[in-house]
């Protein structure tokens, strides 16, 4: 039997690979073996294009403990508590179907964690959409948000960070990326690999329909004018039932009865049956028959791509089925033997008595194409232009503002011009939707830290329990960062900013900086342009994660995020999100980004030398330009200001700490003002070779802005003296409720007054509700006391 290329395509393969596939098989695949290959061999489940770059990424360390291959990366947090995270993107699904792509992304992740034998204890996100002035992007936002907090909510497992930026790059083609997290509660890390010729290999959870069908196929090609009509291909998900599946698999699990599992995720029964068998070496022999169904007359290759949610496979030990059965039975959920292990490392498929599929595991799991590109030796020409963008160029400014046009806008409205900005401005109205206090672990929460921070609980015990002993002054801290603007514009040093804002955005709340997941969404890799943008941010990851001692653990590749239209294809800006874990050691000592004290010294640790306004904000914001090179990352000096700010976090002298990231230090200082709804004072000192805009709003890593007790004021100077001499400066003071922020020159000469009224007028604005008439690009604002002719 042989294929047309229009019937190859349309299980996403070309007809190279068709011919790979009857070599590996020595004869034609049937129909079902191809639908199989098709979804197995999709970018989404191989990773054909990137699977080389990866190959770069440290992944070991002292306290990794299950690194890449598994469902998710396991860290180990000491005294027996061991942490489960992963990042995952359902950036497709959402496009064509925002709710339910939302809302299954959350549910996919969180399987990821629970299949480990960890009970997920929080969340996170990190989202990507077009100007939201457009009704389309406005619609995809809210249904996005709506369904992340559907599915957290309903199965109780807090959201407690995130980010969400806007571009236009991303109209249609949103990115929604979701981290989740979770401790282990069982002694062994449960894994995936099938062991045990004869163990039963049983199906447990929801039942199996015809929703998401080719799921994975979709997620590996670009979006169309079609793409609506692949709706059937985006998942439907059931939270409540998600949470019925997460408490039984815990207490089958305990048992110590279940061999392996697997979630069945993307290419549902085909990718948990060939990789649980490829992974031990073994093979699975499996009845449809004996699956539970919702809906009748399905053939075979409907049921093994299905991507029906809230399912798993198990391996059980053998003569122990019944007991887990039994188990699953009492949550309310399908269980029943569907297989068992066989010795022959095949996939073995049944159907109405005969045999449909026989297929080796690893042809279909590991033995998959792989496309290692060649790397352009040069930047391509849109990358080499940017970098010649002199700042220069700009309208001439001072310490009064800068001129546009005939007009002169001072400095407090190019301010509240950027806190408007959607990318800047409170993201309130986003996470008031989440339930961030459920389970009453969260420490710190979305608007009071640059990362979240969760209690640990003492092993065994679930939320709602009482512990006998003493609970652990430990907690653990998450973060994800990115900046697709800067990695557009430099992939290799926009990566490592994007690891080293992660690991500072830890830092500031008093974390040690643990490992990273990272999901790397870009466009269509056969575009020799985008996979010289993934092969350097592959790089620059790599770097900045062994400069920094944070190995990585595992993500997700999501690659193909382009709009394809009848006039031009759109892609977005490539867009590695780096998901980075932390121990916090004493839950006592962590901070938050706002003001404490009235009083309190103000201390920028790092160099501005270090910042441009390449890629800034404030260029795209006030000038419509991006453009220019973002600042080079000093990992060495990143090193030495993170670990300056954790040391005077932990010795109790920091009191609020506060990455300097988009919109540069004017930017942090009035975040700092408003999260603590306090003013300050600041000196800003007078230079000759920076102008005033990159002085204030040029951005750059190894900056972090902080507070300090004044009693340890003698001490706190002479460290940063001896850690970090010529990189810190003292910059003010904290003031009242009642005060502005106000900035001015060493001689005194007034720079910037804003009152906190005044600042969270506009920062709160841009999201006041799903389908605001402000949502997008914001209208330049005038500045105090300013009105329209």
């Not at 501005?608 to 600042?631: D, F, I, M, N, W």
Request: net charge negative.
């Amino acid at each position: 039997m042989s294929y047309t290329p229009a019937e190859l395509k349309t299980h996403g393969l070309s007809p190279d690979e068709y011919q790979m596939i009857v070599k590996r098989l020595g004869r034609d695949p049937n129909p079902n073996e191809l639908a199989m290959f098709g979804v197995m061999w999709s970018e989404h489940c191989c990773y054909k294009n990137s699977r080389p770059l990866l190959k770069g990424f440290p992944t070991t360390g002292e306290r990794i403990l299950v690194g890449p291959g598994e469902n998710a990366g396991v860290v180990d947090l000491g005294d027996g508590d061991r942490l489960a995270f992963k990042i995952e993107s359902h950036n497709h699904p959402s496009a064509v179907e925002p709710f339910q792509g939302a809302a299954t992304g959350v549910g996919g992740i969180l399987r990821d964690i629970f299949t480990m034998g960890a009970r997920p204890i929080a969340l996170l996100n990190s989202l990507r959409f077009g100007p939201l002035f457009e009704a389309s992007n406005r619609r995809l936002l809210a249904g996005v948000v709506e369904g992340i907090a559907h599915y957290g909510n309903c199965s109780g497992v807090p959201t407690v960070g995130g980010e969400l930026a806007v571009d236009p790059c991303y109209s249609g083609n949103p990115l929604v990326n979701v981290m989740a997290l979770g401790l282990l509660e069982t002694a062994e890390v449960v894994k995936s690999g099938a062991k045990g010729i004869g163990n039963p290999v049983l199906y447990v959870g929801s039942t199996t329909g015809r929703d998401g069908i080719r799921g994975a196929s979709f997620a590996s090609a670009e979006l169309s004018e079609q793409s609506q009509q692949d709706r059937p291909a985006v998942q439907v998900g059931d939270p409540f039932l998600g949470k019925c599946l997460i408490e039984a698999c815990l207490e089958a699990f305990q048992t110590g009865a279940v061999v392996a599992a697997q979630d069945m995720g993307a290419a549902g029964i085909t990718c948990s049956t060939s990789e649980m068998a490829a992974k031990g070496g073994v093979g699975i022999r499996f009845n449809l028959d004996r699956v539970p169904v919702r809906e009748s007359g399905m053939q075979a290759w409907e049921y093994l791509l299905s991507e029906s949610q809230e399912r798993m496979l198990l391996v059980a030990q053998k003569g122990r089925e019944q007991e887990l059965i039994e188990i699953f039975h009492r949550w309310g959920l399908q269980a029943t033997v569907a297989g068992e292990v066989v010795a022959e490392p095949v996939v073995e498929i049944w159907h109405q008595g005969s045999r449909v599929v026989n297929l080796p595991a690893r042809s279909l799991a590991e033995d998959t194409p792989l496309y290692p590109r060649p790397i352009l030796s040069e930047p391509p020409d849109y990358v080499q232009a940017a970098w010649q963008w002199d700042p220069h160029t700009l309208p001439k400014c001072d310490h009064r503002g800068i001129l546009l046009g005939a007009e002169r806008l001072s400095w407090e409205q190019v301010l509240l011009n950027l806190l408007a900005s959607p990318n800047i401005a409170s993201k309130a109205w986003v996470y008031h939707q989440y339930d961030h206090q459920v389970q009453n672990n969260t420490r710190l929460w979305p608007g009071q830290g640059d990362a979240a921070v969760i209690r640990i609980r003492p092993q065994g015990f679930g939320p709602g329990e009482v512990p006998p002993l003493k609970p652990s002054p430990k907690g653990v801290a998450a973060t994800v960062d990115g900046n697709g603007r800067w990695v557009y514009l430099d992939p290799y040093e926009g990566a490592k900013a994007a690891v080293a804002e992660a690991a500072r955005n830890l830092s500031c709340v008093g974390a040690e900086p643990l490992a990273i997941t990272d999901n790397l969404n870009f466009g269509n890799p056969e575009n020799p342009t985008v996979y010289w943008q993934l092969a350097l941010a592959c790089r620059g990851i790599g770097a900045a994660c062994r400069a920094l001692g944070t190995p990585v653990t595992g993500g997700n590749v999501s690659l193909y995020n382009e709009t394809l239209t009848s006039k031009r294809s759109q892609a977005i800006y490539p867009t590695p999100v780096i998901g980075m874990v932390g121990l916090v050691m004493d839950l006592k000592r962590t901070c938050g980004q706002g003001w404490q004290h009235t009083g309190d010294p103000i201390y920028l640790l790092g160099s501005t030398a270090q910042t441009t306004l390449g890629g800034s904000e404030y260029l795209a914001t006030l000038h419509e330009k991006v453009t220019g090179r973002p600042a080079p990352v000093d990992l060495e000096l990143e090193k030495q200001v993170q670990a300056a700010c954790r040391f005077g976090i932990r010795q109790g002298w920091v009191r609020s700490a506060h990455d300097c990231s988009d919109g540069g230090l004017g930017v942090a200082l009035a975040e700092a003002c408003l999260s603590g709804g306090q003013g300050a004072t600041i000196r800003i000192p007078s230079t000759q070779s920076h102008r005033w805009d990159q002085v204030l709003f040029g951005e750059g890593s190894s900056r972090i802005l902080v507070s300090v007790d004044p009693a340890h004021q003698p001490a706190w100077e002479d460290y940063l003296g001896s850690q970090l001499p010529g990189n810190w400066q003292h910059l003010g003071q904290v003031g009242t409720a009642a005060d502005p922020l106000s900035l001015s020159t060493d001689e005194g000469d007034p720079v910037l007054i804003l009152s906190l009224r005044e600042m969270e007028s506009v920062f709160q604005e841009p999201f006041p509700t799903p389908v605001g008439t402000h949502l997008g690009m914001m209208p330049r604002i005038k500045g105090p006391g300013q009105t329209d002719p």
